[in-house]
């Protein structure tokens, strides 16, 4: 409410002070003319004629005869010059023109410091939010560093891994490779020992003369008759497949010839189990 006052009394009190030193600086040239001393005068003397007057020769421009000699005019002499006044005190100011300019001060005291104050948490505020901001950035930054730390242990363990078991299959296959190689070995060793005992020969000359047995002798079958059969056998010898190689015959034999390998099904077993061969390479020389 008091505020609200003063603000209404600012216009009249202004008014009332500018209108205030209008009166004190006119009053101030007011004395300040009367002291000053008049301007000095000049003491001259003259005649004052109508136009009317004048001769005709002065009227039509000619030249008027030199007057008479003027005497010299005394001058008066010059006043004593006044005392100058006292200076007047100058006026005392108003209590309320200094109260309302303190309350001003303080008013726009008081406003630069809240806004110096607006300032500061403003700034303390930019502060925080660029800290929270750097704090995400640093924890964003960190965790995006452990997950490619993770996923490069990932794909490391991954790969260990898949070496790993590269490894195994390697080892599996080189054991297994190293154990066909050591059978092979031991039917090579096992063939030549039935080989030197005479087994597989004896086999051998068993299934020509199955074979022989059963075969229909062609009459385009000759002397000398020599065919290479390929016979596929199951595990009981049965016959799965026959094949006729290099023959010295015509159709007419070869087709014989396998007719009879078919009807020796199922071939005789050998003596010894380790000289069955599923797949046989017969030469076939039937007797004459």
């Not at 096992?190 to 299934?207: F, K, N, P």
Request: glycine share 4%; with cysteine; aromatic share 4%.
């Amino acid at each position: 409410m008091g505020r609200a006052a003063s603000g209404n009394l600012r216009p009249w009190i202004g008014s009332a002070i500018v209108h205030g030193l209008v009166v004190v600086a006119l009053a101030a040239a007011a004395i300040q003319w009367r002291t000053d001393p008049p301007p000095p005068q000049l003491a001259l003397e003259g005649n004052v004629v109508r136009y009317e007057d004048l001769p005709s020769s002065v009227k039509a421009g000619k030249a008027m005869r030199e007057p008479t000699a003027v005497p010299p005019v005394k001058q008066a002499p010059a006043p004593a010059p006044k005392p100058e006044p006292e200076p007047r005190p100058e006026p005392k100011p108003d209590p309320a023109v200094l109260e309302q300019k303190a309350q001003q001060q303080a008013q726009a005291k008081a406003e630069a410091q809240a806004k110096a104050k607006a300032q500061a948490q403003a700034q303390a505020k930019a502060e925080a939010t660029a800290a929270l901001a750097a704090t995400k950035r640093a924890e964003a930054d960190e965790k995006r560093k452990q997950e490619e730390t993770r996923k490069q242990e990932a794909a490391a363990a991954k790969q260990q891994q898949a070496e790993q078991e590269t490894a195994a299959r390697a080892a599996r296959l080189k054991a297994a490779q190293q154990a066909e190689l050591r059978r092979a070995l031991d039917d090579e060793e096992a063939g030549e020992a039935l080989a030197r005992s005479g087994v597989v020969d004896e086999y051998r000359t068993l299934l020509i003369q199955t074979i022989e047995r059963n075969w229909n002798r062609p009459p385009s079958a000759r002397a000398g008759l020599e065919c290479t059969l390929y016979v596929t056998q199951a595990t009981g010898g049965t016959v799965l497949d026959v094949k006729i190689g290099d023959c010295n015959g015509d159709q007419a034999v070869r087709e014989s010839v396998a007719n009879a390998v078919y009807r020796s099904s199922p071939l005789p077993a050998p003596r010894d189990a380790r000289a069955f061969e599923r797949r046989l390479v017969i030469v076939f020389k039937p007797t004459e």
